[in-house]
């Protein structure tokens, strides 16, 4: 086995059975990995120099066909269901066996990384892949230790992805040829059928979301920054929300666009790198992202290039998921250490195409829980096939695929948290207004941004407020610099009949859902479910 770069040998690759492959490269550099994504015919360059790679059947996430081993370690610690489905060690057992051989006489790339900007709970991650372009995406996504430390590094997870591996459903205890298979208790995971480069990056996140809250550092599906005072806000939302966007300002640090942690050294960032949505991405409306996509070092997904390699961020007959993944030091403000104070505030974004809810609320801590155990968003019309009006998503802890234990764990931890530091909660919706989708209009971003400084910066506690009468939470009546028609939805329809409608509807949404957590909250909490007051009245 020939071997090239910086690594540990005592830890080579023949310390888990991947000794017959014919060639490593370990922790090459982003120069060395462009080279070798072209030439083995990966991916080509754009006339900015980023690198462009399409992914094939797979452009998103395989959540189906994730699994995690369900041992004695695990067996009382995850929430299992649809997002955490079981596989029997034996089946992993076998799978890892069949991948191994798979791998006999390949060329591999390794890279040795950090998740976990805090080094009291950082997680050394050594990440395996049959593509060049893997290793730099995932080079760009999570922490580059300084190559002096290479020679002792230590993994405490190890992630092996072949993409030209197919899984045997009968063999390996799985759903079809595409697999993620989870092993919490050894530190392992094997990724094959699918060349979607996020699924690396999920699983590091997955792995973070079991061990932390052990610790007492509550994971996050979140991004953050952080004002000249010291004055840290995370982002919670699903995608298409505005997380990265809204956090994207250049009159804030950034700390990260995705996945953090809290605990008692404050915030910190998981990953060393973005993964931001090209789709329609222009100078304009995102200048920083726009600029750190069209670079030398980035890794851009499914973008259609035309004849003169010029990306068309517009275009999306490849997929609507056109990704790029860039370093964090390509955006201008980001943060160089991924660490930030306490936070004080929060802000839960959702995308209300029912057009019900108001731009911006204040929530008192139960309600904050309620939200993000709901984790609501909404599809709009159109976007899949037979979807003829917004249809309501709930994705429990804005990120529910990747949260190995019950919801309510992980509830309660950010309710404590909460209350500890006195943070303030937001809900910002950056939906629709004036109707539903169809007939409302797309919620003004210069209105977001400008409700969202006005909640960061404090002078937002000082207005005005009413209680909503479907959900409950405090809604600003004026604020300056907003027209004060929106801050109120009902007067924003033309059918007030029709708007009283759409908003039962939510309302019933949002309580059958939450019923699956009822057992697992509070009084408080439960009573904090919309429709409460307006029973009531």
């Known amino acids: 086995m020939e071997e090239f770069g910086l690594h540990n040998p005592s830890k080579?690759?023949?310390?888990?059975?991947?000794?017959?492959?014919?060639?490593?490269?370990?922790?090459?550099?982003?120069?060395?990995?462009?080279?070798?994504?072209?030439?083995?015919?990966?991916?080509?360059?754009?006339?900015?120099?980023?690198?462009?790679?399409?992914?094939?059947q797979h452009t998103g996430r395989s959540p189906k066909d994730k699994f995690?081993?369900?041992?004695?370690?695990?067996?009382?610690?995850?929430?299992?269901?649809?997002?955490?489905?079981?596989?029997?060690?034996?089946?992993?057992?076998?799978?890892?066996?069949?991948?191994?051989?798979?791998?006999?006489?390949?060329?591999?790339?390794?890279?040795?990384?950090?998740?976990?900007?805090?080094?009291?709970?950082?997680?050394?991650t050594r990440v395996v892949s049959e593509f060049a372009w893997h290793a730099l995406f995932i080079r760009n996504l999570l922490i580059r230790p300084d190559r002096s430390t290479l020679e002792s590094f230590e993994e405490k997870l190890t992630i092996i992805n072949l993409p030209s591996f197919k899984a045997d459903p009968a063999r390996h205890g799985c759903r079809t040829e595409t697999v993620i298979a989870c092993d919490f208790t050894n530190g392992l995971i094997l990724v094959g059928g699918t060349s979607y480069a996020g699924e690396n990056k999920k699983s590091v996140f997955s792995v973070l979301n079991y061990f932390l809250p052990e610790e007492g550092v509550m994971p996050m599906h979140c991004s953050a920054n952080v004002g000249p005072d010291g004055d840290t806000a995370l982002f919670f939302g699903l995608s298409g929300t505005g997380k990265t966007t809204l956090s994207a300002d250049p009159k804030r640090t950034l700390i990260g666009d995705d996945e953090h942690g809290w605990g008692k050294n404050g915030v910190f960032n998981f990953e060393g790198g973005c993964y931001a949505k090209a789709i329609n991405l222009s100078a304009e409306a995102e200048p920083e992202i726009y600029a750190a996509t069209r670079r030398f070092g980035t890794v851009i997904e499914n973008v259609v290039l035309d004849q003169n390699r010029v990306p068309d961020f517009n275009d999306d007959s490849l997929t609507e998921n056109t990704r790029s993944a860039y370093p964090l030091h390509f955006i201008p403000n980001a943060s160089k250490t991924g660490m930030a104070p306490q936070p004080k505030s929060i802000i839960m974004l959702t995308a209300d195409a029912f057009g019900v809810m108001p731009p911006i609320a204040k929530l008192t801590p139960e309600q904050a829980m309620y939200h993000f155990l709901s984790g609501y968003t909404a599809k709009v019309a159109g976007t899949e096939k037979g979807v003829t009006e917004p249809e309501a998503t709930f994705s429990t802890c804005f990120g529910g695929p990747f949260m190995p234990r019950h919801p309510a764990e992980y509830g309660n931890l950010l309710k404590e948290l909460i209350a500890r530091h006195g943070v303030d909660c937001w809900l910002v919706n950056t939906g629709w207004t004036g109707g539903a989708y169809g007939v409302g209009r797309r919620m003004p971003i210069k209105a977001t941004r400008a409700l969202l400084s006005a909640a960061l910066d404090g002078s937002l506690k000082n207005v005005e407020f009413r209680t909503d009468p479907n959900f409950g939470f405090a809604v600003p009546v004026a604020v300056e610099g907003v027209d004060n028609a929106i801050l109120d939805p009902r007067s924003t329809w033309a059918d007030g009949a029709a708007f009283d409608a759409y908003a039962k509807k939510l309302v019933s949404m949002f309580i059958q859902n939450f019923g699956q957590y009822e057992d697992h909250v509070d009084s408080k909490v439960r009573s904090a479910a919309p429709g409460i007051l307006a029973a009531a009245e």
């Open 12 to 56: 080579g690759l023949a310390a888990i059975g991947l000794g017959g492959v014919s060639r490593v490269y370990y922790n090459s550099s982003e120069v060395e990995l462009y080279e070798e994504a072209i030439r083995r015919g990966e991916a080509d360059l754009t006339i900015d120099g980023a690198l462009r790679a399409v992914t094939g």
């Open 68 to 124: 995690i081993v369900r041992d004695a370690g695990t067996e009382k610690r995850v929430w299992w269901g649809a997002d955490n489905k079981p596989m029997k060690p034996e089946h992993f057992e076998v799978l890892k066996k069949d991948m191994l051989a798979h791998a006999a006489g390949k060329t591999l790339f390794v890279q040795d990384l950090v998740g976990g900007a805090d080094a009291e709970y950082a997680l050394p």
